[in-house]
């Protein structure tokens, strides 16, 4: 007799490896509403001012996620002035575009907060954060009139300075040859922050190569060109856009966009609970299947080593004895609604 599979496992099942547009939206769901949980358990934490803009970071892909959400909801647009109701309402460009915010959001967390190996590292990856977003603010003072904003660009010129005073002062900066000196000196000079330590030097980098070091796969090789392609109206995306319309592949497209955003947030759930272990018994407490959920997405993508905890040892599993865990395969053309 063959043995009956519990029904937490068939749940997480159906959760991993979606079937139809209702299972994504679950999925989804599931990943946005631990998301919400743990941000909720963590807003009482005192912070210093880095741990208060990794959590800004954190806000700012879980906002983005209930704005994807709300995206997905199959709704007819109602004209006011006469009543008609247009059906076409779910619109995969503006997910992709918000899904290209949550990527950068995440590869900036993970590079800032989880990537670096020592305290002087993070802090120069940060300084340069900071230093650059200072910078480009400064750029816009000749255009300034008022003055509460003119003093506002004034102090914030004082605290540039020191800003920078402390990146020549780091020592991981000056622990780099005079080529990696140069790069980070560049960055600064052309108001960037990606910037890669590497063996005593250092590099610029793009979206790409962050997201790598976070997500150590080719599976992404290409997703922030089409993310990116997606937010700008180039003509490609034009026809693009036409096309998916005209061939009734826009839903799928967008359900793509959808299960992309599900597994962004599994990953920031899983690293912010790294970076704040005091959040390790708000996810345990989450229920089996969800918990499963979370691990998996991690460790489809991103290797044993990204675990969220040890919950298929908790429960006397190994992933390839759970039924459905494979490597999460993408959204197909022809999802059926449930």
């Known amino acids: ?47 210093n001012q ?34 008609r109701q247009w059906s076409i309402t779910v619109d995969p460009l503006s997910l992709e575009t918000l899904v290209r915010a949550q990527f950068e959001a995440f590869c900036l967390f993970h590079h800032i907060y989880l990537k670096p190996t020592t305290p002087a590292e993070r802090e120069m990856y940060y300084l340069l954060w900071v230093i650059a977003g200072l910078n480009k603010r400064q750029k ?14 004034a102090k914030e010129k004082i605290e540039l300075e020191g800003w920078l005073d402390k990146l020549w002062a780091n020592a991981e ?4 040859d005079a080529k990696g000196k ?23 980098a793009g979206w790409q190569a962050l997201f790598k070091r976070a997500v150590p796969t080719d599976a992404f090789e290409q997703f922030y060109m089409m993310l990116s392609q ?3 109206p180039s003509n490609v995306s034009m026809f693009q856009f036409r096309d998916m319309y005209k061939d009734g592949t826009y839903r799928s497209t967008a359900y793509f966009a959808l299960q992309c955003s599900t597994i962004l947030i599994a990953f920031t759930i899983r690293d912010y609970v790294k970076l704040f272990p005091i959040l390790e018994v708000v996810v345990n407490g989450l229920k089996e299947e969800h918990q499963l959920l979370i691990n998996n997405l991690n460790i489809a993508f991103r290797g044993d080593d990204y675990t969220l905890n ?29």
Request: include cysteine; charged fraction near 25%; glycine fraction near 6%.
């Open 1 to 47: 007799m063959a043995q009956r599979i519990p029904p937490k496992l068939l749940e997480f099942s159906r959760l991993l490896n979606p079937k139809s547009e209702c299972d994504y939206r679950d999925s989804f769901k599931v990943v946005l509403d631990v998301m919400e949980k743990v941000l909720n358990e963590h807003s009482a934490k005192r912070w």
């Open 50 to 83: 880095m741990e208060h803009d990794g959590n800004m970071l954190f806000q700012v892909i879980l906002l983005r996620g209930i704005s994807i959400g709300r995206l997905i909801e199959d709704k007819s647009y109602v004209n006011a002035l006469d009543g």
């Open 140 to 153: 816009t003072v000749s255009r300034l009139t008022i003055p509460a904003l003119l003093r506002k660009a």
């Open 173 to 176: 900066y000056n622990a780099l």
């Open 182 to 204: 140069k790069a980070v000196k560049d960055a600064v000079k052309d108001k960037e922050y990606q910037v890669i330590l590497s063996t005593g030097s250092a590099r610029s």
């Open 230 to 232: 997606a937010s700008h």
């Open 310 to 338: 040890d919950i298929e040892e908790h429960m006397g599993l190994k992933p390839s004895l759970i039924p459905g865990f494979i490597r999460v395969p993408f959204p197909g053309p022809n999802l059926k609604d449930t």
